[in-house]
């Protein structure tokens, strides 16, 4: 039975992680993302199709992560260019996805809500199945993908990339001192344009897991709110990639328990919330620290 | 003096007609690509929403939520508090009221409505008084802290209908009906415009008031445009800041009572149909501006009813509305050429 939970809260994680992921890159280019959520479902959708028509699931992933990347670069020029408002205009992005997903989804389809199609194409497993015969981690090693090792891997990567490399330099300047990145010549709106982006790329990328690990439908629900969890992953981690990746693995753990917990006789809703409850206290027990250290 | 006035009212009506243009020209182009003439179907639209006195009363009726959550978040908006958390305190304060009209006795008679309206108007004080707070006195961010609070509302009310306040007669998801002296009396029977919707323009008419004529009104103001020249004026801002959000619980909460009571008569599952966002869209469009705020809550009442007609009549699909909400709720806070459109955009780290 632990088996079981460990092995179903990596494979919910991964999804929450690689939002994460994206939407802490921006925020360190000082951005909120707050439409994490739109692309995750573009991103679905989109792997979703291409999967059923390509019959491959790389490149379904990558038209998936494509048009993410394509929706963030178009949010990051209305906020850099345009002066938008950064969380207005992300929840804008937000209603916008979803009316024109299902505009798309009832034209072509016919079908409202839910998308099945054939010849779906799933994400295969990364190591042999022979592994599932290794106690506890071995069911969770058997179902591990490409993208939850290629979140875990970022997540490893993403200490030096923004520690020690130019451009992590440049983002973070760009966060937290914009004046000085035009000051040595640099262009601060061209960063958060390339920042949003990316997490355009990543939160795409996690809507195409949920869409292509196990199920290989659409459903206008299927984000459920993970966008946002993502949200509170970063906040909660403090931007930092190791730090959020854990918040990430909590949140899949709770989800993972959620099931469990319900026959425990605990409302499913309550636990849902969570996380959002946790990253409430978080803020508040860290605006607690950070003013007492001002005094 | 009457230069500036113009030139006032002419920026205001570009701020709404803007984003409206964008959006209708955008859904112009999908209807064109779908095989819809755009004109037949914007003219569908209009008349499907004001073309009858039983059309318009139903187009009213839509747009009643939207003016409780359009002021509840201007209200913050102009006192630069982004409190994007009007849609937890809609559902709180709905569920309030609608368990205080089914579960106070019902002999209580004409008291019952006030009574439940206040209920709803404190618990919606209530649940927004918290990241009032916490902003004012130790500076958490109000995007984050409102935007966990919708979701952590939605999940409370999702449990309580489901487990204490769950209807025995009716199964899933619902609370038992409020008494019948508990209901805001319909207006013209048999369309669902209630007497919320005048409780709505009371509240539209009392923010009027209270933004030009109170100092509180003006001092919120202030701390909108300018949060230091507001404090070396001997403006609070924790205070000011408070004040808006007990204020936006309060009207959200109203909004909620007035939809629980006088639209559905009980609360159910899909209470709310995003009424805090689109209110948001409602509020950017008007520019936090009472006139712009009503134009817009029945611009967005006649797309949602008329959409609906739409749907059954023809094959375009109802999302198209959704699609013209976040395009209007994007462009009304984008800057072109030498109009400010919106406000500020506020960069966080």
Known sequence: ?????????????????????????????????????????????????????SGSWELAVLAAALAGTLIGWLLGLSITRLGANVIIAGLGLNVLAAGALGFVMAITYGSSGTLRLPDMVLLPRVLPQGVEGLPLVG?????????????????????????????????????????????????????????????????????????????GIFNEGMTAGRGF??????????????????????????????????????????????????????????????????? | MTGALLRDWAERGTGFALPVVVALAVSAVVLLAIGENPVTTFGLILSESFG????????????????????????????????????????????????AGFSLPADLGWALVPLCLTIAAAFGAAWLWLPGWLLARLEVDEVVSTLMLNFIAAAITATLVNGIFLSRQSGNNVTPPVHAAAELSRLMPPATLHSGFLIGLAVLAAYAVWTRHTPAGVEGAWVGLNRRFARVVGVSVPRTIITA????????????????????????????????????AVALLGRNRPVGMLLGAVLFGALASAGTTIQ????????????????????????LGRFRLGIKPKVQG
Not at chain 1, 11 to 18: A, D, F, Q, S, V
Not at chain 2, 52 to 71: D, G, K
Not at chain 2, 75 to 80: E, P, Q
Not at chain 2, 82 to 98: P, Q, R, S, T, Y
């Open chain 2, 52 to 99: 009858s006195a039983r059309r318009i009363a139903s187009t009213l009726s839509a747009a009643t939520p939207l003016l409780f959550t359009a002021v509840a978040t201007a209200v913050c908006f102009r006192a630069g508090v982004f409190n994007v958390g009007v849609e937890g305190a809609f559902l709180i304060g709905g569920l309030a009221a609608v368990v």
């Open chain 1, 1 to 53: 039975m632990i088996a079981q939970i460990l092995a179903a809260a990596v494979i919910l994680t991964t999804p929450i992680l690689l939002a994460a992921i994206g939407g802490l890159v921006n925020r360190q280019a000082g951005i909120v993302n707050i439409a994490l959520e739109a692309k995750m479902l573009v991103g679905a959708y989109v792997a979703v199709v291409v999967s059923s028509v």
């Open chain 1, 229 to 295: 969890i993502a949200l509170a992953a970063f906040y909660f981690g403090r931007n930092l990639p190791w730090p959020t990746a854990a918040a990430c693995l909590l949140f899949g753990f709770l989800d993972a328990a959620q099931i469990r917990m319900q026959t425990l006789g605990l409302p499913p809703g309550l636990i849902g919330a969570l996380p959002y409850v946790m990253v409430l206290v978080i803020l508040v027990l860290s605006q607690i620290r950070s003013q007492r250290s001002q005094r």
């Open chain 2, 312 to 335: 059954l009549f023809s094959d375009i699909p109802l999302d198209l509305v959704n699609i013209i909400q976040g395009i209007v709720m994007i462009f009304a806070v984008v800057e």
């Open chain 1, 139 to 215: 069911l969770a090693l058997a179902g591990l993908d490409p993208l939850t090792v290629l979140a875990w891997a970022t997540v490893a990567a993403l200490p030096f990339l923004l520690g020690s490399t130019r451009i992590g330099l440049w983002l973070r300047a760009t966060g937290n001192a914009a004046p000085v990145v035009r000051a040595v010549g640099l262009r601060p709106a061209l960063i958060q344009d390339a920042a949003t982006a990316f997490a355009g790329f990543f939160a795409a990328l996690a809507g195409a897991h949920l869409a292509l690990y196990s199920i």
């Open chain 2, 245 to 280: 959000m007990l204020l936006s619980g309060v009207v959200a909460g109203l909004g909620g009572a007035a939809q629980g009571l006088g639209q559905l008569h009980r609360f159910s599952d899909g209470f709310s149909a995003g009424y805090g966002f689109t209110g948001m």
